[in-house]
């Protein structure tokens, strides 16, 4: 694969909050040692994009990047031209969590990509070599960002709740936007066939996604959770994951837990209450909590995503030019789509 020069500078979106994206004419930096520049190929549109659509950012957003290697520094062993993803935290690989392995829980770590630095949104990314991750040309820009926070996430957190209860036969999914609907891909292709997976949301075209996936869709407008469980045949559930972030619905979640049951907390947000005799001990309950995911993740994530593109590619709904990245985000925010990718 090769790649063209970069130029000295390109148009990249420009986020100025309110909900307003426009284009500015911004430099393209040169890789120094040990770094890549990236030509961004794809984006995926992320919750956690509302803040900067909203309030505006100083930085090119965008998290969840997908590109090819335009121009490598000195001493960097990654050659030019070579696909793959970027992964969100540049971590600096010799903190004690970093030399664990838990480089998600970096304790120095650069930057977190699109957030403090710019990100894919725009066509061009500097990144350094330890957080990108090269992939197979087999899988298409547009597809590879599922291996981020759809795969990546997701899987994490079931990796999570496995650590506490290894034999999971019922679980319960709050919130069926794209990390919900990588949860229940997850757990989908993790657990045995037999596994009842209840999926909650209020948006109709979230919902028929959750029941394409091999899901239990639950209209949360209409019913209560305990209410949903019964109608399923189902008294409480062996581990819940919650991407909602909501502290009502987190609770609601926990009085669905079985004995030895999870609740797994991957959503950002609100508070959640407990009363520790009652919600944890009697019943030898846990509630964890689950960020991203480890780097050295991604080589099974990969062999996954390319035996299972036809399911997990269900999860993609719509591929937008980055022309039309406002477009993009109203799609993405109404609640009408799965994932959504903004391509260059």
């Not at 994206?21 to 995926?44: D, H, K, M, T, W």
């Not at 090119?60 to 590109?67: D, Q, R, V, Y």
């Not at 926990?254 to 947000?269: I, N």
């Amino acid at each position: 694969m090769t790649t063209e020069p970069a130029p000295t500078t390109a148009p990249a979106p420009r986020f100025s909050g309110g909900g307003e994206i426009s284009f500015a004419e911004r430099p393209v930096p040169r890789p120094g040692p040990g770094q890549l520049l990236l030509a961004v190929g794809a984006n995926a549109i992320c919750g956690t994009d509302r803040k900067q659509y909203l309030e505006g950012s100083e930085v090119t957003p965008g998290h969840e990047a997908a590109g090819v290697v335009a121009a490598a520094g000195e001493g960097a062993s990654i050659a030019e031209g070579t696909a793959g993803v970027v992964y969100l935290m540049d971590y600096c690989g010799s903190c004690r969590s970093c030399r664990g392995g838990f480089t998600n829980q970096c304790l120095a770590k650069r930057a977190d990509m699109g957030f403090t630095h710019d990100g894919g949104y725009g066509p061009y990314e500097l990144v350094h070599e330890t957080n990108f991750f090269p992939i197979a040309s087999a899988i298409p820009l547009w597809q590879a960002p599922l291996l981020l926070d759809v795969m990546g996430t997701s899987g994490h957190a079931i990796g999570r709740a496995l650590l506490v209860r290894p034999e999971i036969e019922s679980v319960l999914i709050t919130g069926a936007g794209p990390v919900g609907l990588g949860l229940l891909a997850a757990a989908r292709l993790t657990f045995s066939e037999g596994t009842r997976i209840l999926v909650t949301d209020v948006t109709p075209y979230r919902l028929a996604l959750v029941e394409r996936l091999g899901g239990i869709p639950i209209d949360a407008s209409k019913q209560r959770i305990a209410e949903a469980l019964r109608r399923n045949d189902l008294d409480e559930v062996d581990a819940c994951f919650d991407s909602t972030g909501r502290g009502a619905v987190r609770q609601e979640a926990l009085d669905c837990l079985g004995r030895r049951g999870v609740l797994v907390c991957v959503g950002h947000g609100e508070q959640l209450v407990l009363d520790v005799s009652m919600d944890l001990i009697a019943p030898e309950r846990a509630v964890l909590g689950s960020e991203y995911f480890r780097f050295d993740e991604l080589p099974a994530n990969l062999e996954l995503l390319h035996a299972q593109r036809d399911y997990l590619g269900q999860i993609i709904t719509h591929r937008f030019p980055v022309s039309q990245i406002d477009q993009a985000f109203r799609v993405f925010f109404s609640g009408e789509s799965g994932k959504v990718i903004v391509e260059q």
